[in-house]
């Protein structure tokens, strides 16, 4: 079982930044996308970011010019920056990623646990 390990959440100020990170374990073979979602309670969980393994980005239209999302190869890990945040930003942060465990098999989406951001005064 691939497990993605998240860290970074927290409780900030609106206006305020947030740093999320997302690392894979080093021993798998290979990653394409990775990104991260989001989910308050009855809602569905929305695209907040993804990104390609060769850098090409996707944002949703809510946070668009206020988070950036980046990747490190060497580390497997994908990272979130998010400035000007306001309250309606709260919600659990999960990383997805596409991987390939070993050279033989499939391809699939593995999801973090899920980090709280919470954006409050």
């Known amino acids: 079982q691939v497990q993605l390990v998240e860290s970074g959440g927290g409780l900030v100020q609106p206006g305020g930044s947030l740093r999320l990170s997302c690392a894979a374990p080093l021993s798998i073979f290979g990653i394409s996308g990775m990104g991260w979602f989001r989910q308050v309670p009855g809602k569905q969980r929305e695209l907040v970011a ?29 990272y979130l920056q998010m400035h000007s945040l306001n309250p309606e930003d709260t919600a659990v942060y999960y990383c997805k990623a596409r991987l390939r465990v070993g050279m033989k098999s499939g391809e699939y989406d593995y999801w973090g646990q899920g980090t709280q951001v919470t954006v409050s005064s």
């Open 50 to 78: 993804l990104i390609t393994s060769s850098g090409g980005t996707t944002y949703g239209d809510s946070v668009k010019g206020r988070f950036t999302i980046s990747r490190d190869n060497d580390k497997n890990t994908v």
